[in-house]
C-alpha cells in the first residue's frame, strides 16, 4: 500500500470539497455530478477542525499548506454564495454564514456557473505530447553494438535521446530538453516552431542541441525563453560560452536563448507548468507537471516533498533505465514501485537502454505501465487542480 502523506490526506478533503462544488469529476461515476454546497462546506469544515486538531503538531511545510488550502477553499464557497444568492458576508472568522449553504439548485451545473476551483485558474485546454526521442544518453542502437534490440527491425527500439514537444491549444510550442538528436527529431516529426524551452538539467544528451535552436530563432525572428533551474543555467552558460560571449563573431549565426531561472510554478500556453524537484542520483533535476500530465526523465528518487505535486494524474512518463541496478536511474522494478504509489491512469517508461526490447519488456509490464517510444503521441487535459498545487509548492519552499 502507498505511503499517505499528509499534504496528500489535505489533497484527498480538498478534492472532495471540489468534487462536491462541481469543479471536478466525482471518482466514482467519472462525471461531475450536482453543485453540493452543504457538502463542500463540510469538507471545508473537516480541514479546518484538521487545522485546529494538529496546531503546534505539523512541521511549517504542512501547516502552510494546509493554511493556504484552506483559504483558497473558503473563498471558493463565498464565490459559489455569490453567484447563488447574491453578496455574502463572511463571519468573522472568515467563513461563509451556516444559513447560506444548500445543496443543490440554482447552482447545478447547468447554470451558467463559469468559475470553477479549476477553471479559475486555467481555460479548459488541451496539450499534444510528442515523444521525440526516448533512448538513453547512448541512444538505441548504440554504436558498435550487434545485440539483438540494435539489430531490431521494430521501430519502437529506435530511440533518440531524450526530449519531448509539447503543442498547446493557443499555438505555443515547447521543448522539452535539446538533445543531441534535435535535427533529425524536428525533421521527421515536424517540429516547424519552439516558443520556449524548458530544461530538466545539463547533462549533454539533454542539452547539446540547443545550438540547433537557432534556425528557429531565424525563421521566427527573436530569442528563445529557455527555463531552468539556476543550476543548469550556470552548466548551459559554461557548456555553450561562445553563445554568451559578445566577442564571438556573428558569421556563422549564434543561437539566441533567452535563460530564465525558474523559481516555481508559471504560465506557458495558456497551462500551468510546475516543476517537480527530483534527484539523479546526489544531483537535483527538474520534473514537469502539466495539468493531469507530468514527465520524471532522468532520476533515482523523488524527495518527500514532490510527491504531493504528483497526486491524481492521468499519465505519468517515468525514468526507467534498465533491469540492473543503477546509481543514477530508476530500474524498471524501482520505476514500477514509484508508479504504483504515485497512481497515474496510465504510466509510460522512458530513457531506456537496449537492455530493454520494446516488446518484450511491455508484456512483462503491469497493466497501465508500458513502454514510450519516440514518434508517439498523447493529448492530455491541462487543467487540473493547479491552485493547491501551486500553493504546496510555495508552502513547502520546494525551490
Same mark, same amino acid.
Given at each position: 500500500?502507498?505511503?499517505?502523506?499528509?499534504?496528500?490526506?489535505?489533497?484527498?478533503?480538498?478534492?472532495?470539497?471540489?468534487?462536491?462544488?462541481?469543479?471536478?469529476?466525482?471518482?466514482?461515476?467519472?462525471?461531475?455530478?450536482?453543485?453540493?454546497?452543504?457538502?463542500?462546506?463540510?469538507?471545508?469544515?473537516?480541514?479546518?477542525?484538521?487545522?485546529?486538531?494538529?496546531?503546534?503538531?505539523?512541521?511549517?511545510?504542512?501547516?502552510?499548506?494546509?493554511?493556504?488550502?484552506?483559504?483558497?477553499?473558503?473563498?471558493?464557497?463565498?464565490?459559489?454564495?455569490?453567484?447563488?444568492?447574491?453578496?455574502?458576508?463572511?463571519?468573522?472568522?472568515?467563513?461563509?454564514?451556516?444559513?447560506?449553504?444548500?445543496?443543490?439548485?440554482?447552482?447545478?451545473?447547468?447554470?451558467?456557473?463559469?468559475?470553477?476551483?479549476?477553471?479559475?485558474?486555467?481555460?479548459?485546454?488541451?496539450?499534444?505530447?510528442?515523444?521525440?526521442?526516448?533512448?538513453?544518453?547512448?541512444?538505441?542502437?548504440?554504436?558498435?553494438?550487434?545485440?539483438?534490440?540494435?539489430?531490431?527491425?521494430?521501430?519502437?527500439?529506435?530511440?533518440?535521446?531524450?526530449?519531448?514537444?509539447? %503543442?498547446?491549444? +493557443?499555438?505555443?510550442?515547447? !521543448?522539452? #530538453?535539446?538533445?543531441?538528436? @534535435?535535427?533529425?527529431? *524536428? /525533421? $521527421?516529426?515536424?517540429?516547424?516552431?519552439?516558443?520556449?524551452?524548458?530544461?530538466?538539467?545539463?547533462?549533454?544528451?539533454?542539452?547539446?542541441?540547443?545550438?540547433?535552436?537557432?534556425?528557429?530563432?531565424?525563421?521566427?525572428?527573436?530569442?528563445?525563453?529557455?527555463?531552468?533551474?539556476?543550476?543548469?543555467?550556470?552548466?548551459?552558460?559554461?557548456?555553450?560560452?561562445?553563445?554568451?560571449?559578445?566577442?564571438?563573431?556573428?558569421?556563422?549565426?549564434?543561437?539566441?536563448?533567452?535563460?530564465?531561472?525558474?523559481?516555481?510554478?508559471?504560465?506557458?500556453?495558456?497551462?500551468?507548468?510546475?516543476?517537480?524537484?527530483?534527484?539523479?542520483?546526489?544531483?537535483?533535476?527538474?520534473?514537469?507537471?502539466?495539468?493531469?500530465?507530468?514527465?520524471?526523465?532522468?532520476?533515482? %528518487?523523488?524527495? +518527500?516533498?514532490?510527491?504531493? !505535486?504528483? #497526486?491524481?494524474?492521468?499519465? @505519468?512518463?517515468?525514468? *526507467? /533505465? $534498465?533491469?540492473?541496478?543503477?546509481?543514477?536511474?530508476?530500474?524498471?522494478?524501482?520505476?514500477?514501485?514509484?508508479?504504483?504509489?504515485?497512481?497515474?491512469?496510465?504510466?509510460?517508461?522512458?530513457?531506456?537502454?537496449?537492455?530493454?526490447?520494446?516488446?518484450?519488456?511491455?508484456?512483462?509490464?503491469?497493466?497501465?505501465?508500458?513502454?514510450?517510444?519516440?514518434?508517439?503521441?498523447?493529448?492530455?487535459?491541462?487543467?487540473?487542480?493547479?491552485?493547491?498545487?501551486?500553493?504546496?509548492?510555495?508552502?513547502?519552499?520546494?525551490?
Amino acid at each position: 500500500m502507498s505511503e499517505v502523506t499528509f499534504n496528500a490526506f489535505v489533497v484527498s478533503l480538498a478534492t472532495t470539497a471540489a468534487v462536491h462544488f462541481g469543479d471536478m469529476a466525482d471518482p466514482a461515476t467519472g462525471r461531475p455530478g450536482p453543485v453540493n454546497l452543504e457538502g463542500a462546506g463540510q469538507a471545508i469544515e473537516m480541514l479546518a477542525l484538521l487545522e485546529r486538531k494538529t496546531a503546534g503538531n505539523l512541521t511549517e511545510g504542512e501547516a502552510a499548506f494546509l493554511g493556504r488550502v484552506l483559504a483558497e477553499l473558503r473563498r471558493r464557497l463565498l464565490d459559489a454564495h455569490r453567484e447563488r444568492t447574491g453578496p455574502v458576508s463572511p463571519g468573522e472568522d472568515g467563513r461563509p454564514p451556516a444559513a447560506a449553504t444548500s445543496s443543490t439548485g440554482a447552482g447545478s451545473r447547468g447554470s451558467g456557473r463559469s468559475r470553477g476551483l479549476r477553471g479559475r485558474l486555467q481555460p479548459a485546454n488541451n496539450v499534444r505530447i510528442t515523444f521525440l526521442g526516448t533512448g538513453t544518453s547512448a541512444g538505441v542502437p548504440v554504436i558498435a553494438c550487434d545485440c539483438a534490440t540494435c539489430r531490431s527491425d521494430d521501430p519502437r527500439d529506435k530511440r533518440w535521446r531524450p526530449s519531448l514537444a509539447l %503543442a498547446f491549444d +493557443d499555438g505555443t510550442s515547447v !521543448l522539452v #530538453d535539446a538533445s543531441p538528436d @534535435l535535427r533529425a527529431q *524536428a /525533421l $521527421r516529426f515536424h517540429l516547424t516552431r519552439v516558443d520556449a524551452i524548458l530544461l530538466t538539467h545539463a547533462h549533454a544528451d539533454h542539452v547539446l542541441g540547443l545550438d540547433d535552436v537557432r534556425i528557429y530563432n531565424f525563421r521566427q525572428g527573436g530569442a528563445i525563453p529557455c527555463y531552468g533551474a539556476a543550476r543548469t543555467l550556470a552548466r548551459v552558460r559554461r557548456m555553450f560560452d561562445y553563445v554568451f560571449d559578445p566577442a564571438t563573431p556573428k558569421g556563422g549565426g549564434l543561437p539566441q536563448l533567452a535563460l530564465r531561472e525558474l523559481a516555481g510554478p508559471f504560465s506557458l500556453g495558456g497551462a500551468t507548468i510546475i516543476p517537480v524537484p527530483l534527484l539523479h542520483g546526489t544531483l537535483p533535476v527538474l520534473g514537469f507537471r502539466i495539468g493531469a500530465f507530468a514527465y520524471l526523465t532522468d532520476c533515482n %528518487a523523488i524527495p +518527500d516533498a514532490s510527491w504531493p !505535486l504528483l #497526486d491524481d494524474l492521468d499519465v @505519468l512518463v517515468l525514468d *526507467a /533505465l $534498465r533491469h540492473k541496478v543503477h546509481r543514477t536511474h530508476f530500474t524498471v522494478e524501482q520505476a514500477v514501485e514509484a508508479a504504483r504509489r504515485i497512481g497515474a491512469r496510465r504510466t509510460l517508461f522512458t530513457h531506456m537502454t537496449h537492455d530493454l526490447p520494446h516488446a518484450a519488456t511491455c508484456d512483462a509490464l503491469p497493466e497501465g505501465i508500458s513502454l514510450a517510444y519516440d514518434g508517439l503521441e498523447l493529448d492530455v487535459a491541462t487543467a487540473a487542480r493547479d491552485r493547491l498545487l501551486v500553493a504546496g509548492c510555495q508552502a513547502a519552499h520546494l525551490y
